[in-house]
Each structure stands twice: as structure tokens, then as C-alpha cells.
């Protein structure tokens, strides 16, 4: 009888407990995010305490014009979906930005003609640029605070405004039938041994994926590294796509420089089954590949923000890699590159070199000695 008492008299306890201590705890968490908004708007940024804020405000709106970065086939799988999840934005109009209209793009939006677009795609070369640009929403901040359902980690931690929503990572394509895995390199400094000297291999003579190197090598190892390649003497091409196809049909077995996606799909066309890759080590990681922000001119702000955290959404990486193909977030748990990179040495081209991607290139331009392109058989470049 006391023990049941007893027990009463805790159970009432520790009740009375919970109900003193969930409001406190309540009330401490809004604290927090209001201190949050309160020092983002101190400032000049914009943040929504709430997501119902962010959606009651878009369903006025209706509408978005964006210019991405992916490819066309993402277009109607991605505004479908999109749609389903926010009937009320029923007029989206989507345009693929290419690299032949980066600085075209960046010239409208200078001049103020970029009117009537909501978000624009921000390539790595001019990322500098674009960035005064780009409206001053602390995305970061309210990722952080759950306001919107975004991977901290997808987001610009200094601007705090952009979004990068896909991944890639540096792979060797070969031919299988002309040369065994095993043979292939394991590491970019194999590229330098002797068996690999004079015409053994294809390389990039714009390089994209070799100076993701830097995060980890430094640039002076870095273009080190390119001038002793160089010495090697390889075929030098241009248009890693070009090159891979080049691979699959026998015309030369291994290629230095080219991007996951760029040989699975590839490998999807090749009805040989002669085309494979290698993942070479350290992994060249651009965590940060197609990156999105939504413009000072932009008529419907809040619908682009719930489009931002839509892509990063698990539903929007899973069709990022299914049709871009490949380049869904390698912080996406499940995601191609994720899966490809575990448990591997990785050199990060994180936000840090965001914006100095274009300065590596060209350093690794010279440091090649500006070759010359020679005319890969069947007449391409």
C-alpha cells in the first residue's frame, strides 16, 4: 500500500516536472531563434521565423522564372514534383543556362534586364561576380533553425545565400578491352611513371578536374604535379564527353580527366560495354558544382526559396541523380557521389574555392605550357 503511494507521489512529481519544464524549453528554443533573426537583420538579412510564413507568402505569388544550371532532361520531373508539393505556384517556367551564356547572363543582370527572373545559376568561374547580386536571404540561419529543410552544409557559409545542390567527383574513363583495371592508375601521381610516357593517355588541355587537387595538395604541388604531366607528353584533347566517347569506341585506352557523371552516362550509350571508370585517389570532391541563389530583382522571393529547399530535399537529390545524371549532393545520404567517396582519402573543393576555381585553371593552363591541341582521330577536337 505505501510503495503504491509512493509511486503515486513520484508519477505526480515528476508530471508536474514536465509540465513546468516543457514550457520553459519552449519558450528557451524560440528564444534562440529569434536571437537568431534578430542578428541576421541587424545584418541586412532577411529571415522567416517560420515556414508557414515563407508559404503563406508564396501562395500570393504564384509564380517562378528560374535559369539553372542542370540539364534540360531534370526540367519536368523536378517542376512536377515541385508542383504536387505546392499546388498553389502553378505557372514555373525553367531555363537551362550554358557556359557560352554565363557572361551574357552576368551583363543582363548588371544592366538590370534580368527582370522577371526569380533565380539564376552561378557558375564557379564568375561566382564573385554574381554574388552582389543575389538577394541577402540567411538561408544558412534558417537551415540551421529548421525554417527551411536544407543541409547546412549545401549552403555558403560566408554569403549565407547560395545554395549549392549538386556534387562531383574526378574518375579515370578507360577501355577495358585495351587495358586491364589493374594496370590503371590508382593514384594522379602514377600518371607520371615511366609506362605512361608518350601518347598513353588522353588529358584535357582546359583542365576541370585536376585542379580540384588544391584543397589538399596546395597549388604549388598542384602545378608542379601539372608541368611533369605535361613532360609525359598525352594526347591533349578538349571536351571530356567528346573524349569519353573516343575511349568507348578503342580510339585511345585511358583518359586523365574527366567527371563521374560525364562517364556514366556515356557508359549508358556505349554498346560495347568497353568504357569503365577508376576512382583515383585523393578524390577530387567539388562539393559545390551547380549553385543557385535568388536575385535582388526577384518578384517571387519566397516561392524561390521553398524551390532552393525543394532541391535540396531528398525527393529533389533523388532526381538530380537520376537525370542529371549522378550529381545529386554528396551530402545526401544515399547519393551516387556519397557512395562513390566513402571511406576514401578526398581533397574538398569546398566554398572556400568556390570562387577560385577560374584562377587554377589557368595557373594549370601555363604550368601545361599552353600545348596545342592535337586532331583526336575521326576528326574531332
Given at each position: 500500500m505505501r510503495i503504491t503511494v509512493l509511486n503515486r507521489i513520484v508519477g505526480s512529481f515528476t508530471l508536474f516536472l514536465l509540465l513546468m519544464l516543457a514550457p520553459t524549453h519552449a519558450v528557451a528554443a524560440s528564444a534562440t531563434l529569434l536571437k537568431a533573426k534578430k542578428e541576421a537583420e541587424a545584418k541586412g538579412y532577411i529571415f522567416y521565423a517560420t515556414h508557414d510564413e515563407i508559404v503563406a507568402m508564396a501562395k500570393k505569388e504564384g509564380k517562378l522564372r528560374i535559369m539553372i544550371g542542370l540539364e534540360r532532361q531534370n526540367f519536368q520531373p523536378l517542376t512536377n514534383a515541385f508542383k504536387q508539393k505546392y499546388p498553389f505556384i502553378t505557372d514555373i517556367h525553367v531555363e537551362e543556362v550554358t557556359s557560352d551564356a554565363y557572361q551574357r547572363v552576368l551583363l543582363e543582370i548588371k544592366a538590370g534586364q534580368a527582370k522577371g527572373w526569380d533565380i539564376t545559376h552561378i557558375p564557379l568561374a564568375l561566382g564573385k561576380e554574381y554574388m552582389p547580386h543575389i538577394m541577402k536571404h540567411d538561408i544558412l540561419g534558417m537551415a540551421k533553425h529548421a525554417v527551411l529543410k536544407i543541409d547546412p552544409r549545401m549552403v555558403h557559409p560566408v554569403e549565407r545565400n547560395v545554395l549549392g545542390h549538386t556534387s562531383v567527383i574526378s574518375v579515370v574513363a578507360y577501355n577495358r578491352k585495351l587495358i586491364s583495371e589493374d594496370k590503371v592508375p590508382d593514384k594522379w601521381e602514377d600518371f607520371l611513371k615511366p609506362e605512361f610516357k608518350g601518347k598513353k593517355f588522353v588529358a584535357d588541355i582546359r583542365p576541370i578536374q585536376v585542379p580540384g587537387l588544391v584543397p589538399l595538395w596546395g597549388l604549388e604541388r598542384t602545378l608542379d604535379f601539372a608541368r611533369k604531366l605535361a613532360a609525359q607528353q598525352p594526347v591533349w584533347g578538349r571536351g571530356p564527353a567528346r573524349i569519353a566517347t573516343d575511349i568507348a569506341a578503342g580510339e585511345y585506352s585511358l583518359m586523365l580527366d574527366v567527371n563521374f557523371s560525364t562517364v556514366k552516362r556515356a557508359m549508358s550509350k556505349d554498346p560495347t560495354g568497353s568504357l569503365n571508370y577508376k576512382v583515383m585517389e585523393?578524390?577530387?570532391?567539388?562539393?559545390?558544382?551547380?549553385?543557385?541563389?535568388?536575385?535582388?530583382?526577384?518578384?517571387?522571393?519566397?516561392?524561390?526559396?521553398?524551390?532552393?529547399?525543394?532541391?535540396?530535399?531528398?525527393?529533389?537529390?533523388?532526381?538530380?541523380?537520376?537525370?542529371?545524371?549522378?550529381k545529386a549532393s554528396v551530402f545526401t545520404p544515399g547519393s551516387a557521389v556519397a557512395q562513390e567517396v566513402r571511406g576514401r582519402e578526398l581533397s574538398l573543393v569546398d566554398w572556400n574555392h568556390f570562387t577560385k576555381v577560374q584562377e587554377y585553371v589557368e595557373k594549370i593552363v601555363a604550368a601545361f605550357g599552353f600545348p596545342r591541341a592535337e586532331q583526336l582521330k575521326g576528326g574531332r577536337k
Open positions: 585523393p578524390v577530387c570532391t567539388w562539393i559545390v558544382f551547380h549553385a543557385s541563389g535568388i536575385l535582388n530583382t526577384a518578384d517571387r522571393p519566397h516561392a524561390a526559396l521553398l524551390w532552393l529547399e525543394f532541391l535540396a530535399s531528398p525527393e529533389g537529390q533523388e532526381i538530380i541523380d537520376k537525370y542529371e545524371p549522378f
